[in-house]
T-cell receptor
Framework: RKEVEQDPGPFNVPEGATVAFNCTYS??????FFWYRQDCRKEPKLLMS???SGNEDGRFTAQLNRASQYISLLIRDSKLSDSATYLC???????????FGAGTRLFVKA | DGGITQSPKYLFRKEGQNVTLSCEQN?????MYWYRQDPGQGLRLIYY???????QKGDIAEGYSVSREKKESFPLTVTSAQKNPTAFYLC??????????FGDGTRLSIL
């Protein structure tokens, strides 16, 4: 089993739709997680941090399910500008080496 | 403005040549990282460094070398032993347990 696994997609959704991605992780000792957004030919940028209580920022909600070892990202009212690749990130227990998922591609269409 | 600066933005390598990619940060982060990304693929860790004068191999270190003589700097050398160097190279830095911040990358191609 990979340390961090994501559905590669692509997810094709219309504007205004709600879409959710899951990411499973194997290191049960991990305490915090992150979602990054990567636009085509650009560097990844931090979207949200995910702690035990989850996190919400406008149209974006991130949740952590420790029992099943997955984190989720929910995007409500999708915009064309949300089209990107979303990377799930899991720091290891030592805190320095970080495992990136391969990413989930999202296309939002008019 | 604090951040990570990678240079050059584009780099071309000739057969048998070593090239060095620069990465400088002024965020006062202890840890620095180098990743390689191939088209349509995820990030793969080449090397990382937790403190000055110390670094560890990542998942694909063969054909690459690094140094960490200063906290702010973590240059990556792509040696002639790396037979398929064409890729997008990303440098990042972080504090332990916190999110990594990325530079805007260097695109390396073979002439």
């Amino acid at each position: 089993r990979k340390e961090v696994e994501q559905d590669p997609g692509p997810f094709n959704v219309p504007e205004g739709a709600t879409v959710a991605f899951n990411c499973t992780y194997s290191n049960s000792a991990s305490q915090s997680f992150f979602w990054y957004r990567q636009d085509c030919r650009k560097e990844p940028k931090l979207l949200m941090s995910v702690y035990s209580s989850g996190n919400e920022d406008g149209r974006f909600t991130a949740q952590l399910n420790r029992a099943s070892q997955y984190i989720s990202l929910l995007i409500r009212d999708s915009k064309l500008s949300d089209s990107a690749t979303y990377l799930c990130v899991c720091p290891n227990t030592g805190g320095f080496k970080t495992i990136f998922g391969a990413g989930t591609r999202l296309f939002v269409k008019a | 403005d604090g951040g990570i600066t990678q240079s050059p933005k584009y780099l071309f390598r000739k057969e048998g040549q070593n090239v060095t990619l620069s990465c400088e940060q002024n965020l006062n982060h202890d840890a620095m990282y180098w990743y390689r990304q191939d088209p349509g693929q995820g990030l793969r860790l080449i090397y990382y460094s937790q403190i000055v004068n110390d670094f560890q191999k990542g998942d694909i270190a063969e054909g690459y070398s690094v140094s960490r003589e200063k906290k702010e700097s973590f240059p990556l050398t792509v040696t002639s032993a790396q037979k398929n160097p064409t890729a997008f190279y990303l440098c990042a830095s972080s504090i332990s347990g916190q999110p990594q911040h990325f530079g805007d990358g260097t695109r390396l191609s073979i002439l």
